[in-house]
C-alpha cells in the first residue's frame, strides 16, 4: 500500500482524512460499504491509530450492477431514490432489494425494517457482484401492494379523491392487478365514472350483453351475485368461458382485463350496470 495523498497542494483535503476524522466525532463503531473502498481500508485504520483512536469494525459488501454487469453511476443518473419514486415503486420493495440482493438468500419483499433485519445477516453476502433487474424490483412491489390492508394506504387513496364508503371495498377489489397504488385511479374512475375507453364488441357480443343485462340479479348484490347472474346466463346462451366472461368484462369496463368482475359488480350496483348497457 502506497503512503495516501490526504491533502491537495492547494490545502484541500480529500476524503480520507475528514471521513476518519467525523466517524471520530460522531463515535461510529461499525462500517459496511462496498468493496471498492477495501483499498482505502488500511490507510484509514493507520490514521485512526494515529490520531488516537479505536479503529470501527470494518465490512464491505458486494457491488451493484446492470443485468449487462455495467456499474451503476450516481453520475450519469443510472439509478436514483426520486426516480423511483416518480414511478410508484414502494419505498420497502427499494429497501428489501438493496439489503437482499447479493445474499444466499431470496429477495424477499419484506413489509417494514423490523421483518427485512430479521431476513438479513452480513455473513450471507457474495463476493461477486449483483445484478439490478428493475423487473425485479416491480415485482416486489407489486407483492407488497397486494398483499397492502386498506388502513396503510387510506391516506394516499384519500389524497388521490378515492374516499367514501365504497373505498375500502375498492381496494381489497383491485390491489392485486396494481403495479403502483397510483393505478388505482384509473379503476376508481372506471367504477365511479363510467368506461374511460370506447367498448370494442362485435355485433354477436352486443347482442349477446343486451341479452345478458335483461337477466341481472335483484338487488342487494355481493360477492355471490357474478357467480349467479354468469350461471343463468350459460344455461340461457349456451356461452361459457372466454366467450361469456370477455364481452360483459369489456361492456363493465371498456377493457379486456383486469380486477375479478365479482368484486367489481356489488361496487358498481345494478342501476350503474344497466346503464353500461352497450
Known sequence: ???????????????????????????????????????????????????????????????????????????????????LREAGIEPMAVASLAVLIGTSGPVVACRNMEELAAHFSPSSSSKSAAKFDPAELRGLSRNLIQETPFEAVEDRLAAMGIVGEKAERFWLAVRGNLETVGEAVDWWRIVTEGIQHPVDLSEEDRDFVRQAMNHLPPEPWDDQTWTAWTSVLKERTGRKGKALFKPLRVALTGLESGPELANLLPLLGREETLARRP
Request: net charge negative; aromatic share 4%; charged share 15%.
Open 1 to 83: 500500500m502506497s503512503d495516501p495523498v490526504l491533502i491537495r497542494e492547494d490545502g484541500t483535503f480529500l476524503y480520507t482524512l475528514p471521513s476518519v476524522a467525523d466517524d471520530i466525532e460522531m463515535g461510529v463503531t461499525h462500517i459496511i460499504r462496498g468493496d471498492d473502498h477495501v483499498t482505502n481500508t488500511g490507510a484509514q485504520i493507520a490514521l485512526f491509530n494515529a490520531l488516537g483512536a479505536k479503529a470501527p469494525s470494518f465490512g464491505h459488501h458486494n457491488l451493484l450492477t446492470s443485468v449487462t454487469g455495467e456499474g451503476l453511476s450516481k453520475r450519469t443518473g443510472a439509478l436514483s431514490i426520486s426516480s
